[in-house]
C-alpha cells in the first residue's frame, strides 16, 4: 500500500472552501474513476495557523503503478486542477509516496 502525502496552504478566507473542493469533487472523482486501478481512499488533514490554513493529503493506492495511472510518469510532481490553484495560496512541488509498513485501522492493512 502506498501513501501519496502531499501540502497545500490557503488563505483562511479560502479554506473551506478548498476542504469542500477535495470531499465533494476531488476525491469522489478519484474513487468513480481510478478504484479500479488501485486507488483506495484518502484522508484530509487540516492545521490553522492564524490567516493561513494548512492542508496535508494522504491519498491511498495499491502500488506505485496505481499511483502512476492517476499522476503519469512523473508521478512525483503534484496534479493540481485549475479550481484547486485558485484557492490555494502555495503548495508543495513535489509529492511524497511512501510504502504503508504497519497500520491498527483493518482496511489499511500492508500486504
Known sequence: MICRMWHGWTKASHADAYD???KSELFPRLERELTAQGYRGFH?????RGSEVEFVTLVWFESLDAVR???GENYEIPVISDKARMLLSHYDERV???ELRAS????FQPK
Open 96 to 98: 511524497d509516496h511512501f
Open 44 to 48: 484530509v488533514l487540516r492545521l490553522e
Open 20 to 22: 469542500n473542493y477535495l
Open 104 to 107: 491498527s485501522w483493518s482496511e
Open 69 to 71: 495511472s492517476f499522476a
